[in-house]
């Protein structure tokens, strides 16, 4: 199973848009594989207009998108024209036809005493560091608007080292501030309340500080 922090593995895979070797496909970007179980089923259909009606605000944040599943890619191009005929929504990323389930096999998205993948999410860097993982069953259908603000946050955390609130960017408590990391030293805790009495940061305590970015 493979865990957050990993490089993703080199493959080769047959999308829609062709033979592609991941990660060098997306070298340099930020990218999100995503796997459904089947084509041609309802909750999925739903999650592909959702991901498409969104795909600009992806590209938005220098991010491309990719699905997966173990149907065979004849299918994958059968199920986007339909999509596209009945739907008016033309499916414009690649969807990888992972039919022996090897690379699904290889990522832990096929569930126990299924041959089918779960609705997986792996949110990979410019380095191809896998830095997120989502996992939902067939029968539950995802939020494409929590993937996009998961993307984002990790973004924001990388560029300025903060992290992120429940929510952000409209947490309950400190709406769209983030957080500055907790103290792990007595002079850090110094320098946080040091920080407060200037106005630099607000705190609830040394170890619960924010601010605006």
């Known amino acids: 199973m493979i865990v957050l922090g990993e490089k993703f593995p080199e493959v080769e895979v047959k999308t829609t848009h062709g033979m592609m070797k991941l990660p060098e496909k997306f070298k ?23 991901f498409q009606i969104r795909y600009e605000k992806f590209k938005d944040l220098g991010a491309d998108l990719i699905g997966l599943s173990v149907d065979q890619v004849f299918a994958h191009l059968k199920w986007t024209e339909w999509i596209k005929d009945n739907l008016d929504v033309e499916i414009e990323f690649p969807i990888i036809a992972d039919d022996r389930g090897e690379l699904a096999e290889k990522l832990g998205m096929i569930p126990l005493g299924s041959s089918n993948t779960a609705r997986a999410v792996f949110i990979m860097d410019p380095n191809a560091t896998i830095r997120t993982i989502i996992y939902y069953p067939a029968e539950v259908g995802r939020d494409v608007d929590e993937i996009l603000r998961a993307l984002k ?61």
């Not at 973004?155 to 501030?177: C, F, G, M, T, Y």
């Open 28 to 50: 340099g970007h930020w990218w999100v594989l995503f796997s459904h179980p089947g084509d041609f089923t309802p909750v999925c259909t739903t999650e592909f207009y959702a």
């Open 153 to 213: 946050a990790l973004q924001v955390s990388d560029s300025n080292h903060v992290a992120l609130p429940h929510k952000w960017p409209n947490n309950e408590l400190i709406k769209d501030r983030v957080i500055v990391p907790p103290a792990s030293t007595d002079e850090q805790v110094r320098d946080r309340r040091e920080a407060e009495k200037k106005g630099e940061i607000e705190c609830y305590d040394w170890w619960l500080c924010h601010k605006e970015l």
